[in-house]
């Protein structure tokens, strides 16, 4: 809708000057989602999108080894943010599908998958498609 603040993929769009004015033209599947306050955990995710806040990384190994900030991975473990998760993607019958998760799982996902972006407190979240959600963990 005209006014909505949206979120979009770091190198998607085109840039038009039209009447002086610079615009970017995004596809909807640029968008990553909407914006409804100024942190991202206010972000309602569009379509096949969730948005995930993820695990603390492990400050040691099983074997009680201290790990520095290089050595520590990035984690694959989230959960779905409360009233994060998309309307899900339409079908060819155009009927919308539901998403294959909900808000409150705890999800094991694809290391590479999403676009990062950190929240206000420091928290780390990670917004993907559900396609890049490996399992459901219970």
Do not use: A
């Given at each position: 809708m005209i006014g909505d603040t949206v979120v979009y993929l770091k190198y998607a769009g085109t840039e038009?000057?039209?009447?002086?004015v610079d615009h970017l033209?995004?596809?909807?599947?640029?968008?990553?989602?909407?914006?409804s306050g100024e942190d991202i955990k206010d972000l309602k995710p569009i379509n096949e999108r969730v948005l995930i806040k993820v695990a603390e990384a492990e400050e040691k190994t099983t074997g009680g080894i201290l790990l520095t900030d290089t050595a520590k991975e990035k984690p694959v473990i989230g959960t779905v943010w409360i009233v994060a998760a998309g309307s899900g993607v339409y079908g060819e019958?155009?009927?919308?599908?539901?998403?294959s998760v909900e808000v409150g799982n705890t999800v094991l996902y694809s290391k590479y998958a999403g676009n990062d972006f950190k929240g206000?407190?420091?928290s780390d979240y990670v917004v993907l498609r559900t396609p890049d959600v490996l399992a459901i963990l219970s």
């Open positions: 038009v000057l039209f009447d002086g033209l995004l596809k909807e599947d640029d968008i990553v989602g909407l914006l019958d155009g009927e919308r599908k539901p998403l206000k407190d420091g």
